[in-house]
């Protein structure tokens, strides 16, 4: 049987087979310019494909149940295909330890604290730790929109439960302390998008966000302010190259910004949200694809 011959393929899951409807408006445009393009469950069996010229991951929201495999797929995809963003990006995107990295380069980063597989937490650590916060978030360190994360008040009375909540998580992996900021629930958190490396556009995230087609888990635009710009720009200059895509997570609190994440793998793009950011992402894409062709 002859393989399909792709130009561009989107890399989605079991749950959207046919794609974020977001995602879709850029493959639309890029249909538009004559590429062909599909949309494919990154876990399915791609032998019937001949190896795409371009592979985008998108809408992959089951990797960290699977995360292994995603690795080792990444490394394959990447050897046949370009993939973006690219393999160099995204490895160490995926464990949130990569937050401590830009901390040490100066990037205000939310206070994380990891605890590691293997070592066993106790009391007197945990209430140290949080000891200065009202509440606080223990998550997986590989993990994505509100999987594994629970909230938990500081001092005695929630101690014991937070611990077997981390007990919980390191079967399968690290995972993290950070302070919970109350702002998500006022100024709410703003993700800013980047396409190619330049500002696109800004949406408040509603807190807790459930994993959802992009809009349709509270999401609202808005506009970052100039230090916000600027913080998420010092994120972005840490990068060995310029990212297809990027989106990076900020809350105020306080009147200071903190960076909650730098995504740089999977996340919604929002391009419903602003007009002419399909196209842009589109173009994006293609410019990459050229250079492929070159």
Known sequence: MEKIAMDVVFLSYEGLPDGDPDDNLALAELAEMGLNCRTIDWRHDLSELEPPRVMVLRSCWNYHKYFKEFCDKLKVFSKRSLLMNSLALVLPNLHKSYLLKLAEGGVPVCPTHFFKQGVKPDKSTLLKITSCYDAYIIKPAVGLATSGVQKFQSGQSECSAALNHIETLLKDGDCLVQPYLNAVEGEGEKS???????????????????????????????????????????????????PLYARVDLVRQGGVDYLMELELTEPSLFLSMKDGSAAQFARAIADRFKSVMD
Do not use: N
Not at 200 to 207: F, I, L, T
Not at 224 to 239: F, G, I, K, V
């Open 192 to 242: 800013l998008v980047y396409i190619d490396g330049v500002f696109s556009h800004c949406v408040r995230k509603a807190p807790f966000q459930i994993l959802a087609a992009a809009g349709h888990a509270g999401e609202s635009p808005s506009e970052p302010l100039p230090e916000q710009l600027e913080l998420a720009q010092s994120a972005l200059s840490t990068l060995t190259e310029t």
